[in-house]
């Protein structure tokens, strides 16, 4: 079973910058489309960002369009999440995720195992 493995969390202030990179664990794995959701304590898994892995047209969340943006590197097999203007309300641990459409919804095929985001004030 493919894993995708997420990097990139850690402690930040608010107003900084991070930026997470998930990568498949087989380097030929390949998706049509792959997102980035976040969940916080106590709270339901939420959509932050998804692509289209070609030709590369974004989707964001409301809470996070102009301040968060997915990315590709497709030499790399890797996807990005740059995170910018950080608030303390985006703490959360952050999934990437991967499947065969497009969705803003939790319906992935393939999970990471999440790596944790906190903003503090």
């Known amino acids: 079973q493919v894993q995708l493995v997420e990097s990139g969390g850690g402690l930040v202030q608010a107003g900084g910058s991070l930026r997470l990179s998930c990568a498949p664990s087989?380097?030929?794995?390949?998706?049509?489309?792959m997102g980035w959701f976040r969940q916080a304590l106590g709270k339901e898994r939420e959509f932050v960002a998804a692509?289209?892995?070609?030709?590369?047209?974004?989707y964001y969340a409301d809470s996070v369009k102009g301040r968060f943006m997915i990315s590709r590197d497709g030499a790399k097999n890797t996807l990005y999440l740059q995170m910018n203007s950080l608030k303390p309300e985006d703490t959360a641990v952050y999934y990437c995720?991967?499947?065969?459409?497009?969705?803003?919804?939790?319906?992935?095929?393939?999970w990471g195992q999440g790596t944790q985001v906190t903003v503090s004030s």
């Open positions: 995720a991967a499947g065969s459409r497009v969705t803003l919804t939790a319906d992935y095929d393939y």
């Open positions: 087989e380097r030929t794995f390949s998706s049509y489309a």
């Open positions: 692509i289209r892995w070609i030709p590369g047209d974004t």
